[in-house]
């Protein structure tokens, strides 16, 4: 059973940054791809940035120059460094990743970004 872990969020004012972190139990190398995902109350968990096996990282236009997706694949864990955040960054944050058809998902970790 693959477990993962995040950490790392908190309250930030407008213009600051946090990284999160996800560990995970399994090989990162054995998944196809590992995300980031995010989801705020009443809307659907949106998509903030992935990165394939291979290394190719993705990133969501709204997050794109500000988020930073990395890994150590010796260390089994991912980050996602976050920078100049805004209040509408608000939300639970998810490490997600995908090996096959299956989809396994962390516990979520609360950013918040006050105005």
């Known amino acids: 059973q693959v477990q993962l872990v995040e950490s790392g969020g908190g309250l930030v004012q407008t213009g600051g940054s946090l990284r999160l972190s996800c560990a995970a139990s399994?090989?990162?190398?054995?998944?196809?791809?590992m995300g980031w995902y995010r989801q705020v109350p009443g809307k659907q968990r949106e998509l903030v940035a992935a990165?394939?096996?291979?290394?190719?990282?993705y990133y969501a236009d709204s997050v794109k120059g500000r988020f930073i997706f990395s890994r150590d694949i010796s260390k089994n864990a991912v980050w996602l460094q976050m920078n100049s955040l805004k209040p509408d960054d608000t939300a639970v944050y998810y490490c997600?990743?995908?090996?096959?058809?299956?989809?396994?998902w962390g516990q979520g970790t609360q950013v918040t970004v006050s105005s």
């Open positions: 997600e990743a995908t090996s096959g058809r299956i989809d396994y």
């Open positions: 399994n090989s990162i190398y054995s998944f196809n791809s």
């Open positions: 990165m394939a096996r291979t290394g190719n990282a």
